[in-house]
């Protein structure tokens, strides 16, 4: 079984600039998330989507980034115009159901902002 | 507060020895899952074991089990004969309100320990 796919793995533009991260899940989740990891800390939630639905983007900076999950199965994260302390790791994750079990994370993506 | 909270930045343990790496939370919520992960230099995490908050045993898996004290509030994780391979970012998470019907079962992490193993 595939795992859940991110791309790219390494990003690196400056202050201003856009940029996107691109997840696929585990065939079959329902639930997917992205998650912030700053360096030295634990991930953040960002966002929490079942099927095509948002359920949690509580902690999303919604004057510069957002997501969407269109058809309810591969997702974009965009962040425009990035700021320098968005540098971090962009993890995307899935989980068959929001309830149980446990999340399946992708390899991460690497932001740096110069 | 911190829900989460890994008080030990960084371990060491030597090899083929038992390290305890230590996790509380904080909820009032009556039903609610922990989890640890380990996260190695490559980035991904890596789900190692779960503990359900109805659950009456410790859970176990392979050389990782979980030392759950409802009453304290701790869920700490036990390596057993650690290897070189287990060198790691360790990170506890919980999430809660299960039993609630809802569908935002976010998990929250704690900031982590980096468990380093010497031969």
């Known amino acids: 079984e595939a795992g859940v796919a991110q791309s790219p793995r390494y990003k690196i533009i400056e202050k201003r600039q856009s940029v996107a991260f691109w997840c696929n899940p585990i065939?079959?989740?329902?639930?997917l998330y992205w998650y912030q990891q700053i360096l030295g800390q634990g991930p953040k939630l960002l966002i929490q989507?079942?099927?095509?639905?948002?359920?949690?983007d509580s902690q999303l900076p919604k004057d510069r980034f957002s997501a969407e999950r269109l058809k309810g199965v591969d997702s974009t994260l965009k962040i425009q115009p990035a700021k320098l302390e968005d540098s971090a790791v962009y993890l995307c994750?899935?989980?068959?159901?929001?309830?149980?079990?446990?999340?399946?994370f992708g390899e991460g993506s690497r932001l740096t902002v110069l | 507060a911190q829900k989460i909270t890994q008080t030990q930045p960084g371990m060491f343990v030597q090899e083929k020895e038992a390290v305890t790496l230590d996790c509380t939370y904080d909820?009032?919520?009556?039903?609610?899952?922990l989890f640890w992960y380990k996260q190695p230099s490559s980035g991904e995490m890596i789900f190692l074991i779960y503990?359900?908050?109805?659950?009456?045993q410790n859970a176990t898996e392979g050389r990782y089990s979980l030392n759950f004290q409802k009453a304290r509030k701790s869920a700490n994780l036990v390596i057993s004969a650690s290897q070189l391979g287990d060198s790691a970012m360790y990170f506890c998470?919980?999430?809660?309100?299960?039993?609630?019907?809802?569908?935002?079962?976010?998990?929250?992490f704690g900031k982590g320990t980096l468990l380093t193993v010497n031969p």
């Open positions: 994750a899935s989980s068959l159901d929001p309830a149980g079990g446990e999340l399946f």
């Open positions: 065939s079959g989740h329902a639930t």
């Open positions: 989507f079942q099927n095509n639905g948002v359920v949690d």
């Open positions: 909820t009032s919520d009556p039903s609610y899952g």
């Open positions: 503990q359900g908050s109805y659950d009456q």
């Open positions: 998470a919980m999430r809660e309100g299960l039993g609630s019907g809802g569908s935002n079962y976010k998990l929250t």
